[in-house]
């Protein structure tokens, strides 16, 4: 058994882990900070932003499923997520200080200016990509350039960036948050790569610490507050292990489609993923410009049957319109002795809305010159678990839990579905529970 006393235990190197050690690290607070990664640091392995890679660093292998047929892409590694993202940067929404009494305003804002987070110049947003834009005004919506998380100029083999920048950033545009691992490191947080946590170790309502397995090796780690920052499927898990059986009840998933259709120019599957998109408050979606990566399409369509996945041949004219669906939370994730299950479908209502959704991407494309024959739409896809320990119910205001010191700080916190990327609303969320955290340590 390894045993350590620390101050602070974070569980997970996403942007809500990474942020949060990173704050601390860069603090006067003199806390010792140990943050635990299950996962490795992938990001100068040559397989790295590679199809092959991509299934050695996700969850079952990019094959996980929920128990109703959506597809998760679970990144396990340093810096979660945002290895497996589109790069795409949202304020966070009003809500959060009109519903819940939380203003995110200051961080997110401190974070925009940090990163240079923008629009990307007009003559790298795609000819394709800016073509369905145009379409949708055409037809009176307002399509904006999409926010990011990248810096072209930073890019240390040329900025080449297609679909395949989900798979993971190779040429170094894209902002990762194991940039800010690095620099908490360099402040000298203590960092532990391929652990994973078991469950938290509490007693009489306060935190203790946590247990897991580290290079094959047991561990107990004490601490006077411990952090979960593994994702909204991670998380969830973790706590229902340590006795917190509501964690996991319920659950967003930002339900995802894409609708293709093939014209006789060249598509968007050589550009930016997510150049431009337009928000639909009202009916609960967002619209943006997407396609699967050139291998992972007929994999994909494969799922709709094989008729779907021998379209894959016009994969280099097709256009995409993607929809993220604002789903009312339903489902479960639930540990089991040997793994975990989840359930989670959509809703009616969540259907209904979907449908029309789909109405309005099938015009776009056809604006955009798409055979309408051509025009079909992706499976389901959950693109972000979330709302699986929500504010308001299982947390406070500070994130806390029930059990004093112990926090989330991942989207699991979300009280609903965001619609919207989800990385720049967990910064600001991490970097305000920093500030409450070095109180600890005043």
Request: charged residues 20%; neutral net charge.
């Amino acid at each position: 058994m390894i045993e350590k006393q620390t101050d602070i235990i974070i569980v997970g190197s996403g942007p809500g882990g990474a942020t949060v050690a990173r704050e601390l690290a860069r603090s006067n607070a003199g806390l010792a900070v140990t943050l635990l990664e299950r996962g490795r640091d992938w990001r100068q392995h040559p397989l790295y932003g590679t199809y092959p890679g991509a299934m050695l660093y996700a969850d079952r292998a990019s094959f996980l499923f929920t128990q109703e047929g959506l597809n998760i892409i679970r990144p396990l590694l340093l810096g979660g997520a945002t290895s497996m993202y589109c790069g795409c940067a949202e304020r966070p929404l009003p809500w959060w200080q009109t519903r819940y009494g939380i203003d995110l305003s200051k961080e997110a804002e401190e974070t925009l200016a940090e990163l240079g987070i923008a629009p990307l110049p007009a003559t790298l947003r795609g000819v394709a990509s800016t073509r369905i834009a145009a379409a949708a005004a055409d037809l009176g919506m307002d399509w904006q350039p999409q926010d990011k998380f990248m810096t072209p100029q930073q890019s240390h083999n040329g900025f080449d960036c297609g679909a395949k920048c989900m798979l993971g950033c190779r040429c170094g545009a894209k902002w990762n948050a194991a940039a800010y691992v690095d620099e908490a490191v360099q402040h000298g947080i203590d960092l532990w790569t391929g652990a994973k946590v078991d469950e938290v170790v509490w007693a009489n309502g306060r935190v203790q610490g946590v247990t897991g397995v580290v290079g094959g090796q047991p561990f107990r780690l004490w601490g006077r507050a411990v952090v979960l920052a593994a994702g909204g499927i991670g998380t969830p898990l973790i706590l229902q292990r340590s006795g917190l059986s509501r964690a996991g009840q319920g659950m967003t998933m930002d339900t995802t489609v894409m609708v293709y259709g093939q014209a006789p120019v060249k598509g968007i599957g050589q550009e930016p993923p997510m150049t431009w998109s337009c928000a639909d408050d009202e009916l609960g979606v967002l619209y943006s410009t997407l396609i699967d990566p050139w291998l992972n399409y007929p994999l994909v369509m494969l799922q709709k049957g094989p008729a779907f996945a021998l379209t894959w041949p016009r994969w280099g004219h097709t256009y995409g319109v993607m929809i993220k669906l604002k789903d009312e939370i339903s489902g479960a994730v639930v540990a089991q002795k040997q793994g975990f299950t989840i359930s989670k479908g959509l809703t009616a209502d969540d259907r209904q809305r979907l449908a029309k959704a789909e109405a309005v991407a099938g015009r776009i494309l056809r604006q955009v010159g798409c055979d309408p024959d051509t025009i079909i739409t992706t499976p389901l896809r959950g693109t972000h678990p979330s709302g699986t320990v929500r504010l308001g119910e299982m947390l406070d205001q500070n994130l806390q839990t029930e059990i004093a010191g112990l926090y989330v700080c991942d989207a699991a916190v979300f009280p609903e579905a965001l619609a919207r990327p989800t990385v720049l609303t967990i910064i600001a969320l991490a970097k305000r529970l920093a500030r409450h955290l070095q109180e600890i340590g005043d």
